[in-house]
């Protein structure tokens, strides 16, 4: 007798053809139209097809030089809007968001996530983890949400929000520290040179 779980690596996602093993069930699967509840062992014969139950997940379509929506999963995702004003999240994991051109709204989400756009004015959020986010030649606004992050709004007028945890800020000629600590916020600023 073969357990599915040893068996599972070598399905994959599509069709599978089994020759003459019994598979034991663990929770509801699907084989033929049939559902099968745990500990019950149909035997799958030859040529047979196993078609495991999988709920359909809804994807987000690949970006395009137009406005896009586009976000992630739960995993370590990369995702680049390339041109248009898109709307990007990463959701779960540790991300690297790139939004590229346009006017951009792009969130991390939860996970330690690195946030960069191009030249115009573009909303970045890290919320939690301890995430960058980098604005470049535009009015950014960036908000870090929680755990240690650095903002750098880059060029420009562009307004930073550490939120809780220590974070770094920097946004034309002046670098702040500041850290979040019972209500209210304490930073240090310092002059800095800017090429």
């Not at 690596?9 to 929770?27: A, S, T």
């Not at 395009?64 to 390339?82: A, C, E, Q």
């Not at 920097?170 to 600023?189: L, S």
Request: charged residues 25%.
């Amino acid at each position: 007798m073969l357990s599915f779980a040893a068996l599972r690596p070598r399905l994959g996602l599509g069709k599978g053809v089994f020759h003459g093993d019994v598979i034991r069930f663990i929770g509801i699967y699907v084989v033929g139209g049939i559902a099968f509840l745990p500990d019950v062992e149909p035997p799958i014969t030859e040529e047979e097809e196993f078609e495991p139950y999988l709920p359909e997940l809804e994807e987000s379509a690949p970006p395009t030089d137009g406005p896009d929506l586009l976000w992630g999963r739960f995993l370590d995702d990369k995702i680049d809007g390339r041109g248009g004003d898109d709307q990007s999240n990463g959701y779960d994991g540790d991300d690297t968001l790139n939004g590229s051109d346009g006017n951009d709204t792009v969130i991390g989400g939860n996970g330690d996530d690195i946030v960069t756009v191009g030249h115009d004015n573009d909303l970045l959020q890290g919320l939690t983890g301890n995430d960058e986010l980098h604005g470049a030649d535009g009015n950014d606004h960036l908000a870090g949400g929680l755990g240690h992050d650095s903002l750098d709004g880059g060029a420009r007028s562009d307004a930073l929000i550490g939120g809780q945890g220590g974070h770094v800020l920097a946004g034309g000629m002046v670098q702040m520290h500041c850290m979040w600590m019972m209500a209210k916020i304490f930073c240090q600023a310092e002059q800095v040179m800017t090429p």
